[in-house]
T-cell receptor, first 113, second 115 residues
Framework: GDSVTQMEGPVTLSEEAFLTINCTYT??????LFWYVQYPGEGLQLLLKATKADDKGSNKGFEATYRKETTSFHLEKGSVQVSDSAVYFCALRAGQGAQKLVFGQGTRLTINP | NAGVTQTPKFQVLKTGQSMTLQCAQD?????MSWYRQDPGMGLRLIHY???????DQGEVPNGYNVSRSTTEDFPLRLLSAAPSQTSVYFC??????????????FGSGTRLTVV
């Protein structure tokens, strides 16, 4: 079945460090890919998305590129801030007409000043 | 503000008690769903609905019931709570359709503890 695998956390970085959170997927059909962010005590918010190969999603300084050849959608940010501390979820929606999102296990990110 | 509203935010139940988690959205979304979030397991789909009167099971439906009598509301019922149902529950909604894809809107969650 469809699945998403994220790098295990927690991840702790210093402010202004470079961030990569790895995400790989297995899916039938041609999935759309997403990153969601969950700040403490809140629900999930859509951070960015990509719907076809080589698309780059970007938002708030975060980027991720849909790599069909490696079935990956790694999240990157060049210079993280304390306010980026949150849990990040990679997710996929598999194929035409599919409504359900399949989530990875989440990666907790802590940024120290 | 438009969005998904979940109530209550916190709940403690005793084993065997029943309760209903409420979810309401005011965006006229056809699709609504319930997820549970457990440490190290991400979000797992419990039940979902593509419109009033239509519901279906997700990945972990056992112990939960749903109904969808209106477009706006999608309550989740626990008939006989068990400690294994201790979790954080999220309701999410979306427009149907593939293109363009609108993304899910999530509620702020209900933290449930069963003792």
């Amino acid at each position: 079945g469809d699945s998403v695998t994220q790098m295990e956390g927690p991840v702790t970085l210093s402010e202004e460090a470079f961030l990569t959170i790895n995400c790989t997927y297995t899916a039938t059909g041609y999935p759309s890919l997403f990153w969601y962010v969950q700040y403490p005590g809140e629900g999930l918010q859509l951070l960015l998305k990509a719907t076809k190969a080589d698309d780059k999603g970007s938002n708030k300084g975060f980027e991720a590129t849909y790599r069909k050849e490696t079935t990956s959608f790694h999240l990157e940010k060049g210079s993280v801030q304390v306010s980026d501390s949150a849990v990040y979820f990679c997710a996929l929606r598999a194929g035409q007409g599919a409504q359900k999102l399949v989530f990875g296990q989440g990666t907790r990110l802590t940024i120290n000043p | 503000n438009a969005g998904v509203t979940q109530t209550p935010k916190f709940q403690v139940l005793k084993t065997g008690q029943s309760m209903t988690l409420q979810c309401a959205q005011d965006m006229n979304h056809e699709y609504m769903s319930w997820y549970r979030q457990d440490p190290g397991m991400g979000l797992r789909l419990i039940h979902y609905s593509v419109g009033a009167g239509i519901t279906d099971q997700g990945e972990v439906p056992n112990g939960y019931n749903v109904s969808r009598s209106t477009t706006e509301d999608f309550p989740l019922r626990l008939l006989s709570a068990a400690p294994s149902q201790t979790s954080v529950y999220f309701c999410a909604s979306s427009y149907l359709g593939v293109s363009p894809y609108y993304g899910y809107t999530f509620g702020s969650g209900t933290r449930l503890t069963v003792v």
